[in-house]
């Protein structure tokens, strides 16, 4: 159906005055405005290959951690039902993208990798598409590379491997020890993958493995969420009596991952464990109402879980709750 418009001088009045109003009331929003002016385009293959450095980062303090969650690039994908929801009609990935105000013909990405002080330490969980999509957000964090002490990488996609080390091989992050799961490094290890070769096995030697229930440093614990890859690894930040999860690529999308964790996706390479990891993750998220980062939510990548009718669930951004 066609929304007619009033056309009378009357009735226009109205709507130059919302503009004035809502002109004037941006000025009083600088830090949204700095917040999102650095934003710049990534390309990429696999989730993403390339990215342009982005100055961005949203940080808040959890007991005895200070956590920044840093936008390593965003990109625009056309064709997102090639993507999601690959196990449903064109009909029902309409309807469901229109009732959460979705466009249908392309969807916004976006890679966010987390960092976290603690202590003396400086764990860095994923590292990006590239090395200068890592380190630009990490200076407007006020970190150098160099002070790095731990780079955590939960899976070995590209765009969680690709700024461990520049295009000539050189480490990004030269006084760091790695950490990343078993049963994860040892699938890759398998297969013919050239950013593997490239980016992960040069540091083998540095690399601390471990399983589900294995401790970074204190307070941070790695919980096993195979399915998007074999030995996926997603993380629980405890400090202060408070938690955060940090889900990596649990769910990859806000609607067409998350709400619908039964909805196939493209890049999960067991579908149905994929699936079930979703539904145990987020029913206990719902459970002990646990916020979380998901490292491809909309920027700054963080919200809460609800349950949403039989087996789906509803995302809620975060807003303020992490300053308090």
Known sequence: M?????TSTTMNAQPDASRRRL???????????????????ARADDHGA????????????MGEFEVSTLLAGTRTVEGPHNIFGMNVSDEEFQTVSEANF???????????PTVVRSGDDIILFDTGLNAAGITAPLAAAGISPDEVTVVVITHMHGDHIGGLAGDDGTPTFANARYVTGQVEYDAWAKM???????????????????GDGGSVVSGITGMAAGGHTPGHMMYMLESGGKQLALVA?????YVWSLAYPEWEVKFDMDKAKAAATRKRVFDMLTADKVPFVGYHMPFPGMGFVEARGEGGYRYVPASY???L
């Not at 066609?2 to 009033?6: I, L």
């Not at 690529?249 to 999308?253: C, I, Q, S, V, W």
Request: proline share 7%.
């Open 2 to 6: 066609t929304t007619r418009h009033p």
């Open 23 to 41: 002109l004037a009331a941006s000025v009083a929003l600088p830090a949204a405005a700095t917040l999102f002016a650095g934003i710049k385009d």
């Open 50 to 61: 390339e990215a342009q450095p982005n100055a961005i980062k949203n940080t808040f303090t």
């Open 102 to 112: 979705l466009p249908t013909d392309k969807a916004q990405f976006f890679f966010t």
């Open 192 to 210: 013919d993958n050239d950013g593997f070769k490239a980016k992960v096995q040069p540091l083998a030697e540095k690399m601390e493995f471990i």
């Open 249 to 253: 690529d649990t769910a990859n999308h």
């Open 321 to 323: 709750q992490m300053m």
